[in-house]
């Protein structure tokens, strides 16, 4: 069974950086592309980051792209996701994501969620 547990999230100042882990457990995930994604106070769901854990390929939204990274640490089964310059406006409920079918914008290609993790950008 497929798990997924987010962790890192917190309370930062505008400018400031934080670190989400999403530790993955439950199968190899050779095959599997892992992605960010976060919904806002009264927002849907969007896209923020994801990657091929194979290949190490990875794709990000416009608004945060040159600010966050993603990365994967086959070691530790971990995804991670360094958001660096943060802003108001990225304050959001951040969720992990695991699917197979290649790395996706669309929440719709993921099949597993995790439970997310709080980030709240202070002004």
């Known amino acids: 069974q497929v798990r997924l547990v987010e962790s890192g999230g917190g309370l930062v100042q505008a400018g400031g950086s934080l670190r989400l882990s999403c530790a993955a457990s439950?199968?190899?995930?050779?095959?599997?592309?892992l992605g960010w994604f976060r919904q806002g106070p009264g927002k849907e769901r969007i896209f923020v980051a994801a990657?091929?854990?194979?290949?190490?390929?990875?794709e990000y939204a416009d608004s945060t792209k040159g600010r966050f990274t993603i990365s994967r640490d086959n070691a530790k089964s971990t995804v991670d996701l360094q958001m660096n310059s943060l802003k108001p406006e990225d304050t959001a409920v951040y969720y992990c994501?695991?699917?197979?079918?290649?790395?996706?914008?669309?929440?719709?290609?993921?099949?597993?969620w995790g439970q997310g993790t709080r980030v709240t950008v202070s002004s």
């Open positions: 994501a695991a699917g197979m079918d290649g790395v996706s914008r669309n929440s719709d290609r993921y099949d597993y």
């Open positions: 439950g199968r190899a995930f050779g095959n599997y592309a």
């Open positions: 990657i091929n854990w194979g290949s190490g390929n990875a």
